[in-house]
């Protein structure tokens, strides 16, 4: 393919070189020029492994963070439910725990009233008692004066 022009005539060839030394014998270095789909093939060969590793492995993180925020979701689920439920308990916990003490506030009441009651019979009834041995022991006294 290597054509060789005249001894003594110099030409310059598109993307080689031409080469002068002697009259008689010229040397003529072609350079074929690199399609660019070769250019693209060698860079991609280097530059794909150098960005896609780093993308797969910030993919997978990714993934599996968005994995574990579901999980996060599902328990904050739960336990917004579950925190739901006990402010409901508590609620009614605290309403029981209000009426049991008014009960227990008028039977305190009740009990007070009741031993008041029975500390005016008493003393009622002491006075009474009192009263009839007062009478019983004049009576006695009467008694004697009279015999």
Not at 80 to 107: C, F, G, K, N, P
Not at 114 to 120: G, I, R
């Amino acid at each position: 393919m290597d054509q060789q022009p005249a001894p003594g005539t110099a030409t310059k060839l598109r993307g080689g070189v031409v080469d002068e030394g002697q009259d008689d014998h010229i040397v003529v270095t072609r350079r074929r020029p690199i399609p660019a789909t070769t250019h693209f093939a060698v860079l991609a060969a280097f530059i794909l492994p150098i960005t896609l590793l780093p993308y797969l492995v910030t993919r997978r993180q990714l993934l599996l963070l968005r994995r574990r925020v579901d999980e996060l979701g599902v328990t904050t689920t739960t336990l917004q439910q579950d925190l739901t439920t006990s402010l409901s308990e508590t609620a009614i916990r605290r309403d029981e725990h209000r009426r049991v003490r008014a009960l227990l506030h008028e039977m305190k009441q009740e009990v007070d009233e009741l031993w008041l009651q029975a500390e005016q019979r008493e003393s009622g009834r002491v006075a009474a008692d009192e009263v009839v041995r007062s009478d019983l022991r004049k009576l006695l006294d009467e008694t004697r004066h009279t015999r």
